[in-house]
């Protein structure tokens, strides 16, 4: 057995594993001590002096078993030796035991009374709750003994597995609360770094142990460089993008005031071309962070997107998706996601096609197409940004390879993933997971 799969995973689990199981195994070897050397000993000397007593009876009554001897001896028992006896005539001792919930108890009596007594016994201590019955076969019936309990066994037993039971409880309840207070901080930080990596903007004081302040205050400062780096970096896209806007402005201005011809029109569609790669390198850079996430429906995304690819007299079979799909996320890059793929996949095949499912923690949207489609051994290259996979798609398409790159992004950012494979169209699937 591997012993690794017996061991909890999670660190409140595995510290109060570490905090409690040596004291329940000491407080285990405690009472077996206890009942070993101390409880056993003075019981099993209880047990074998009441023996004696109930002997020493049975042998009074055998050696004159007539009724005033039974009562000289019932008088002397109860005054002398704090025992009930009593003769039940023609009585057979009962063929049934019953059993004591600690067998220390009956094995502790049977030993005693068989070391004590020559005639045939039965006896039962679960019956009263503070006598044991005794009965000892005798010519002409059954001698009956009732013996109070503490004669018998040891009465600190008890007390002490209640006392050993209650500080166990107090223990482990005090332990929960400790352990409970300096894991919560570590779950309060990982949801955090969570949360941020999906965009979310959180909030987090440092608060636990020292190491846990430590991990905290990284996290913070991290986060701290990570939005700064990506302040940096789209300020540094939306100035390249707002610097060259201006001469692109005036050379479509010089084109427009030039005579017609087949060379302007070309050059037209290139000022077009630079500005829709500037539109691109600028979402590329601002990435998610610039948009709050709020409770959204991917059906209605996705349909929206069909809606608008037949108003551009493209067609897109939905009949797959589902009527409602709603999740947690930011719309805009969610519908830049999907729009993304549409596009990509409508650049590349005649037939596409929108379809989605759920399971119990997920959404998966499946956008289909029937292209040339991508070797497997390129999946990986084909989601870096600027990739443009000379072999399996045509370098001569617009765009600068960054369709793929935004949607994965996108996905990866809301807590999901991007996935391709082989489509039942003939081209390539591309599978989004979003969580729900």
């Given at each position: 057995m591997d012993l690794k799969a017996l061991i909890p995973r999670?660190?409140?689990?595995?510290?109060?594993?570490?905090?409690?199981?040596?004291v329940a195994i000491m407080q285990m070897v405690v009472t077996y001590l206890?009942?070993?050397?101390?409880?056993?000993?003075?019981?099993?000397?209880?047990?074998?002096?009441?023996a004696g007593d109930v002997a020493l009876v049975t042998q009074l009554y055998a050696d004159n078993p007539t009724p005033e001897n039974l009562a000289a001896i019932t008088r002397y028992a109860r005054a002398d030796l704090r025992l009930s006896v009593a003769l039940q005539k023609q009585a057979k001792l009962p063929e049934r035991e019953r059993l004591a919930v600690i067998p220390a108890f009956d094995r502790t009596l049977r030993r005693a009374l068989s070391g004590s007594l020559r005639q045939k016994f039965w006896f039962d201590t679960t019956r009263y709750p503070d006598y044991v019955d005794i009965r000892v076969e005798v010519p002409g019936g059954v001698l009956r003994f009732l013996a109070y309990r503490d004669r018998v066994f040891a009465s600190t037993g008890g007390i002490f597995i209640l006392w050993l039971a209650g500080a166990t409880i107090l223990l482990?309840?005090?332990?929960?609360?400790?352990?409970?207070?300096?894991?919560?901080?570590?779950?309060r930080l990982a949801d955090a770094a969570d949360r941020f990596g999906r965009g979310e903007n959180v909030s987090l004081k440092p608060a636990g142990s020292a190491e846990v302040r430590r991990a905290t205050l990284a996290f913070l400062q991290m986060r701290g460089r990570i939005?700064?780096?990506?302040?940096?970096?789209?300020?540094?896209?939306?100035?390249?993008?707002?610097?060259?806007r201006t001469p692109l402005t005036r050379l479509k201005l010089q084109l427009a005031m030039m005579p017609p011809s087949s060379d302007i029109d070309e050059a037209r569609k290139d000022i077009l071309e630079m500005e829709r790669m500037l539109e691109e390198y600028l979402a590329f850079a601002k990435g998610q962070w610039s948009e709050e996430p709020e409770a959204v429906d991917l059906a209605d995304i996705a349909r929206a997107i069909i809606q608008d690819a037949a108003r551009a007299g493209r067609e897109i079979d939905g009949s797959g998706l589902a009527e409602s799909l709603p999740t947690s996320g930011r719309p805009i890059a969610l519908k830049r996601c999907l729009s993304n793929l549409v596009e990509n996949a409508l650049s590349f095949g005649?037939?596409?096609?929108?379809?989605?499912?759920?399971?119990?923690?997920?959404?998966?949207?499946?956008?289909?197409?029937?292209?040339p489609g991508i070797a497997p051994e390129n999946y990986e290259e084909a989601l870096k940004p600027f990739s443009r996979l000379d072999p399996a798609r045509n370098q001569n398409r617009k765009g600068v390879g960054l369709g793929l790159a935004l949607a994965y992004d996108a996905a990866?950012?809301?807590?999901?993933?991007?996935?391709?494979?082989?489509?039942?169209?003939?081209?390539?699937?591309?599978?989004?997971?979003?969580p729900l």
């Open positions: 999670g660190l409140f689990a595995r510290s109060l594993l570490i905090i409690v199981l040596p206890f009942f070993d050397l101390h409880w056993e000993q003075v019981s099993r000397r209880l047990s074998e002096g009441a482990a309840t005090v332990s929960v609360l400790f352990i409970r207070n300096q894991v919560r901080p570590m779950e939005q700064r780096h990506i302040e940096q970096r789209t300020n540094l896209l939306a100035g390249v993008s707002h610097d060259l005649e037939t596409v096609m929108l379809s989605s499912s759920q399971s119990e923690d997920a959404i998966y949207l499946y956008v289909d197409d029937d292209g990866r950012s809301h807590g999901g993933n991007l996935v391709l494979s082989r489509s039942t169209l003939g081209g390539l699937r591309v599978s989004v997971r979003l």
